[in-house]
């Protein structure tokens, strides 16, 4: 057998490792790659891609892109989805592949990118890019942003910065990429071409296509993630219309507060840009009102953010109070692990007696 799988997992995980090799040959499997990811939802899992799902992806987005051989800059963790693409992007194209140096430092960033073609990014990076008032090398012809939602304002900022931002929607099941925006002012995004995309009568997103992953690997073997005509639930929600794919958030990120649907990705986005990324918004059930948010984070500025909040909001998108955490937990691209920091919350309060 094959050295299966070549595994990446951050350093702070390396103690599964060995486990997961066992887990792979006890299932007989082959090649590929076996990817752990926190999920949206925040419950850790290793997702099994075949080489053959990865370099289908990575040829679609070079096509998509149009490129040619220009270098790509590997700027994001080479243990997650996102960076195992930038490197079969690179090695697709026979081009070059840049790694700058140490942990991510923008400027350090900005001098790689000089005479590359092609990046991809999360949000903060770009945020760290608009703060210190960095301005993108001529030469970059599209940079990847994923790991979560651009906001408007920030993605405005960083193109008045010569930064072409092309946001994206992809995950670790689907080899990363699955859609591309092309600056469209209705904010679509165009589906790759290997990708078959349906919608139930909630809105909830299903895909089908060759990039996809086998399956989830655990003690017990390797489990599908797709039904048996092989479509794969995301969870997310979204519109389609032909190819072009619009997104409203998760369905698990989507709860009732008095009869009314509070999307906590909507607000954590506007928490972000009032406050940083240093708190949460968390929803925990609530006997009358079905759930209660909170606001999670540390002691030092709480309650001045918690006021400021509720200033900005509707009555039923107020938060109720808050929960006093060490940090809130976050995936290696900066998505809070909702999972986690719920079962955090929920231990603070029956501690405390909430």
């Known amino acids: 057998m094959s050295d299966f799988p070549e595994i990446l ?42 080489r053959r799902a990865c370099v289908a992806s990575a040829r679609a987005v070079n096509g998509a892109l149009g490129a040619r051989g220009e270098p790509w800059v590997l700027a994001l963790p080479p243990f997650h989805v996102a960076g195992l693409a930038v ?8 081009a070059e592949l840049r790694v700058p140096e140490g ?22 990076q770009v945020f760290d890019l608009v703060r210190d008032g960095l301005r993108a090398p001529g030469s970059l012809r599209a940079v990847l942003v994923g790991g979560g939602a651009l906001r408007p304002e920030l993605e405005a900022q960083a193109q008045g910065l010569g930064w072409p931002l092309r946001a994206t929607y992809g995950m670790t099941e689907t080899a990363s990429t699955v859609a591309i925006g092309a600056g469209a002012p209705d904010g679509s995004l165009e589906l790759l071409g290997l990708w078959a995309a349906r919608t139930d009568g909630a809105g909830a997103l299903s895909l089908r296509g060759e990039a996809l992953c086998e399956g989830y690997l655990t003690a017990a073997g390797l489990e599908r993630a797709a ?6 639930a995301t969870g997310d929600l979204a519109r389609l219309q032909g190819r072009s794919l619009w997104l409203s958030g998760r369905s698990d990120a989507v709860v009732k507060v008095l009869g009314e649907k509070v999307d906590l990705q909507a607000l954590q986005g506007r928490l972000e840009a009032m406050a940083g990324t240093a708190f949460a918004v968390v929803a925990v059930p609530d006997p009358r009102a079905g759930h209660r948010l909170l606001l999670a984070g540390p002691e030092a500025g709480g309650a001045r953010v918690l006021a400021a909040f509720n200033r900005e909001v509707p009555g039923f998108e107020r938060l109720a109070g808050r929960v006093v955490i060490d940090a809130v937990p976050r995936s290696e691209l900066g998505k809070v692990c909702r999972g986690e920091l719920t079962q955090r919350v929920l231990e603070r309060l029956a501690r405390e007696g909430g």
């Open 9 to 50: 997992s951050p350093p702070a995980h390396g103690a599964e490792v060995a486990e997961v090799r066992r887990w792979a040959e006890r299932a007989g499997l082959e090649g590929g790659y076996a990817v752990r990811t926190s999920g949206s939802a925040g419950a850790p899992k290793w997702v099994v891609l075949s």
């Open 87 to 94: 490197r079969l992007r690179a090695e697709e194209l026979g």
């Open 103 to 124: 942990r991510w430092h923008p400027a350090r960033f900005v001098a790689s990118a000089e005479g590359a073609g092609f990046a991809s990014l999360v949000p903060a």
């Open 227 to 232: 039904d048996g005509d092989g479509w794969f």
